[in-house]
């Protein structure tokens, strides 16, 4: 009885705003009373409105009413707080439906403060005391407060599951260990925990050491972009000076010409007029003969005639060559020419050299380089389909399959006369160039007796005419290979042979990382086996090449994947 008197009270003395006990209460001019704070806080809110409403019955107010202070309510106040009537708990005291209600608690309930994983309840703080009292309650496991603690209890033998089976990986109560998990590998839940914190504990050492280091590079990254921006200013600058730089060579390359021609225009011209004037005295001598040969041949007096005749002077020969007359009028033509001739020269070579600029520029990477691939299927990731440039094959190579396949033959064939082609060792290019992170695969098949093959990766500006070894794969600078023959592998570079060890395979596997310089083969089967690895620096793009000497030896460039 006393509780429903308290209980009524507290619903006469509770401000409309808060339900809460009045604090400095106020009454409005409908006669609602409310905490002094809850309504001044309501009627801030509405002031931009301009009228002003009771929160309780919804009476509207302008302008803004002033508030008394309720001194009876007040005074009562104090008098039933004297006999025992307490505020009630805030709202924020109540579980809401994010929070773990108490299960002791009827009525509206009060948030959990603990759960216990014994009672398999949870627990506001009034209804927790027993726990905190009590010798034999004091020994529960108590935790943060969680809905999911009906998973702790066993749906088979409805137990608090204590213990852990190793063998299915999960929990179960004490019947289940003596049951269906008796021969099991069971422990209890408590060591299993001890060894599962441990792992956790490892895991999260890497993790903060990951953190550590990943933090060390987000700070490196702000230097390392100045870096970028800084070496790229400078290359920039560099290269307009150096570019710029060939303008002057060029206008003085183009004023030599000019003055050389003028000279030459000056000398030839000073031929033409000299001939010129000696051509005019001999005509004039000439038409002087001419004229004194007519006055004799006229002369009636025959005596006259034979006697002047004997003293005529005989007639002298040209002093010139009349070769001139029939000469084609070509001059400065073929100076044309050459200087035409030059400009395609150069202009081939700064597209050839834009090309690779390019190409290197594109290649700058200053970031982490991914980890290598390790399984086949890594590799193929990064697969290059290659094919075969038929103006760089020895004539002795055929090519065949879209121009992935050659066999050697005993006979020339009908390629055309090119440059760029091998004149002397079997060997051809691909057309490709080859950046960044390639993988291509070479399937060989040598014949009885042959030397074998070899898998190659050279610039492109490797010799190609003549006998000599600078032209073969792996024998100069320019150029790494892998010479595969029936039962054993030897790798060349400069000359320089390195004896290599590994199972041998019909095909043969070449992994380049432009970038990162590395340059690696690999013998294919089932499972992928290094065979030599290099790692040097790259400054230009490559090609991939192959060596096949034996008649109806081939070598074929495998498809991707």
């Given at each position: 009885m006393e509780q429903q008197e308290n209980h009524v009270d507290r619903e006469r003395f509770s401000c409309w705003i808060c339900v809460d006990l009045l604090k400095d209460p106020v009454?409005?001019?409908?006669?609602?009373?409310?905490?002094?704070?809850?309504?001044?806080?309501?009627?801030?809110?509405?002031?931009?409105?301009?009228?002003?409403?009771?929160?309780?019955?919804?009476?509207?107010?302008?302008?803004?009413?002033?508030?008394?202070?309720?001194?009876?309510?007040?005074?009562?106040?104090?008098?039933?707080?004297?006999?025992?009537?307490?505020?009630?708990?805030?709202?924020?005291?109540?579980?809401?439906?994010?929070?773990?209600?108490?299960?002791?608690?009827?009525?509206?309930?009060?948030?959990?403060?603990?759960?216990?994983?014994?009672?398999?309840?949870?627990?506001?703080?009034?209804?927790?005391?027993?726990?905190?009292?009590?010798?034999?309650?004091?020994?529960?496991?108590?935790?943060?407060?969680?809905?999911?603690?009906?998973?702790?209890?066993?749906?088979?033998?409805?137990?608090?599951?204590?213990?852990?089976?190793?063998?299915?990986?999960?929990?179960?109560?004490?019947?289940?260990?003596?049951?269906?998990?008796?021969?099991?590998?069971?422990?209890?839940?408590?060591?299993?925990?001890?060894?599962?914190?441990?792992?956790?504990?490892?895991?999260?050492?890497?993790?903060?050491?990951?953190?550590?280091?990943?933090?060390?590079?987000?700070?490196?990254?702000?230097?390392?972009?100045?870096?970028?921006?800084?070496?790229?200013?400078?290359?920039?600058?560099?290269?307009?000076?150096?570019?710029?730089?060939?303008?002057?060579?060029?206008?003085?390359?183009?004023?030599?010409?000019?003055?050389?021609?003028?000279?030459?225009?000056?000398?030839?011209?000073?031929?033409?007029?000299?001939?010129?004037?000696?051509?005019?005295?001999?005509?004039?001598?000439?038409?002087?003969?001419?004229?004194?040969?007519?006055?004799?041949?006229?002369?009636?007096?025959?005596?006259?005639?034979?006697?002047?005749?004997?003293?005529?002077?005989?007639?002298?020969?040209?002093?010139?060559?009349?070769?001139?007359?029939?000469?084609?009028?070509?001059?400065?033509?073929?100076?044309?020419?050459?200087?035409?001739?030059?400009?395609?020269?150069l202009q081939d070579i700064l597209n050839e050299t834009e090309t690779e600029i390019l190409q290197i520029v594109s290649q700058v990477d200053v970031l982490l380089r991914e980890p290598e691939p390790e399984t086949r299927a890594d590799f193929l990731r990064y697969s290059q389909e290659i094919t075969l440039d038929p103006n760089t094959a020895n004539t002795e190579l055929l090519l065949s399959e879209g121009n992935r396949k050659l066999t050697c033959m005993r006979e020339d064939q009908s390629y055309s006369a090119h440059p760029d082609r091998f004149t002397y060792w079997n060997q051809v290019l691909s057309g490709e160039s080859l950046t960044g992170r390639c993988y291509w695969e070479v399937e060989m098949k040598v014949e009885l007796g042959g030397l074998g093959v070899s898998v190659a990766v050279t610039y492109k500006n490797i010799s190609r005419a003549g006998e000599s070894r600078d032209g073969l794969f792996g024998h100069n600078y320019n150029s790494w290979s892998l010479y595969c023959y029936r039962n054993r592998y030897v790798f060349y570079y400069d000359s320089f042979m390195t004896p290599v060890s590994g199972p041998v395979s019909s095909r043969v596997g070449v992994y380049l990382d432009h970038s990162a310089g590395v340059l690696s083969f690999y013998s294919v089967s089932d499972a992928m086996t290094l065979l030599h690895r290099v790692q040097t620096t790259f400054t230009r793009p490559l090609y991939a090449g192959v060596w096949v000497c034996c008649p109806r030896s081939t070598a074929e460039f495998c498809k991707p994947k």
């Open positions: 009454t409005t001019v409908c006669g609602h009373s409310f905490c002094k704070s809850c309504i001044n806080t309501h009627w801030d809110k509405e002031e931009e409105r301009g009228s002003y409403s009771c929160p309780q019955c919804r009476q509207t107010f302008t302008p803004r009413p002033v508030l008394e202070k309720n001194t009876m309510l007040a005074d009562s106040l104090e008098e039933l707080k004297k006999t025992g009537l307490q505020a009630s708990p805030a709202d924020h005291c109540y579980a809401g439906p994010e929070d773990v209600a108490c299960d002791v608690c009827t009525g509206r309930k009060l948030k959990a403060l603990k759960s216990c994983l014994n009672c398999l309840a949870s627990y506001c703080e009034k209804h927790l005391q027993p726990h905190l009292q009590s010798a034999a309650l004091k020994k529960h496991k108590l935790v943060k407060p969680s809905e999911k603690l009906q998973e702790n209890n066993c749906s088979r033998h409805d137990e608090v599951m204590k213990m852990f089976c190793r063998t299915d990986q999960q929990c179960i109560c004490d019947l289940c260990s003596v049951e269906e998990h008796k021969d099991h590998d069971t422990v209890s839940a408590a060591a299993e925990r001890t060894e599962r914190q441990r792992e956790l504990g490892l895991r999260r050492q890497t993790i903060q050491q990951r953190v550590q280091d990943t933090e060390k590079d987000v700070k490196l990254l702000p230097q390392e972009e100045e870096a970028v921006n800084g070496s790229a200013d400078k290359a920039v600058e560099d290269s307009e000076e150096i570019l710029t730089e060939m303008i002057p060579l060029l206008e003085k390359r183009s004023s030599d010409v000019k003055q050389q021609i003028r000279s030459q225009q000056e000398t030839e011209v000073s031929r033409v007029r000299e001939l010129q004037e000696r051509l005019e005295q001999e005509l004039t001598e000439l038409k002087r003969k001419d004229h004194e040969l007519k006055q004799l041949s006229d002369t009636e007096d025959h005596n006259q005639l034979l006697h002047n005749y004997p003293s005529l002077s005989p007639l002298s020969g040209s002093t010139h060559s009349s070769s001139f007359r029939i000469r084609p009028l070509r001059d400065f033509e073929d100076v044309t020419a050459a200087v035409s001739q030059v400009r395609g020269q």
